[in-house]
């Protein structure tokens, strides 16, 4: 059976949602442009958006492009303790390791190449930034860069949690980067050079290493709490 233009708009932009290509929190193609390339009217486009909207897929926001929503939000209910103790921010480090393995093994595996390079920008940016920043600038530029490699991993579920992960427990992991160069006076050399590692990793297309490098660079900040 031919599917309509309808049904062949939804089921491209859920399965560009499906393959992380639309993220969420990106902004859907506008309907004029989606009426171009599906060749159907603009009121047929919108009540396929209208309909994605209905079934939690979509945000649509007059006078401004519709996004994509993070379908996990609504199940994960946002709890901060009033004490960030030593005993909570490994408890995050821990879960981090094994969150970040996972989005460098796909972000290795099947970023694009444009994804790779926007990295690699990053990454020079990331270093070049590290001296003379305050705390808080730095652990923004830490997530900055492993929250590409989460969306470069084309997994929703990655991203989708990666992105809520990050946003819900910054407090955290700012308070982990605090206490670390507290204890040590400087950003710990290890940190750095396990960053290369992880990128050198993914931009040589190695998954199974990404993973390893990933794991074990949060793993080792982890120790570095637990041992001081």
């Known amino acids: 059976m031919t599917l309509s233009a309808k049904e062949m708009l939804r089921q491209s932009l859920l399965n560009q949602m499906a393959r992380g290509e639309l993220i969420p929190g990106a902004s859907l193609p506008s309907e004029r442009s989606l009426a171009a390339e599906f060749q159907m009217s603009r009121n047929a486009v919108r009540e396929v958006i209208q309909g994605l909207q209905q079934e939690g897929w979509i945000q649509v926001r007059q006078g401004g492009a519709s996004r994509c929503l993070n379908r996990l939000q609504s199940h994960l209910e946002k709890h901060q303790p009033r004490e960030i103790s030593l005993a909570y921010q490994l408890d995050v480090m821990e879960a981090r390791a094994f969150l970040e393995g996972e989005t460098a093994y796909y972000c290795a595996l099947r970023a694009s190449d444009q994804e790779l390079a926007a990295l ?61 160069l507290k204890r040590y006076g400087r950003y710990p050399d290890g940190i750095s050079q396990q960053h290369e590692k992880i990128y050198h990793a993914i931009q040589s297309r190695q998954p199974d290493q990404a993973r390893l490098e990933a794991t074990e660079h949060i793993l080792y900040t982890r120790r570095l709490l637990e041992t001081s």
Do not use: C, P, W
């Open 120 to 180: 690699a920008k990053e990454y020079k940016a990331m270093q070049g930034r590290r001296k003379g920043q305050s705390t808080l600038l730095k652990a923004k530029a830490d997530l900055t860069f492993h929250m590409m490699i989460a969306e470069a991993s084309h997994h929703l579920l990655l991203i989708s949690y990666s992105q809520l992960f990050y946003e819900r427990y910054f407090n955290a992991i700012h308070e982990v980067l605090s206490t670390t």
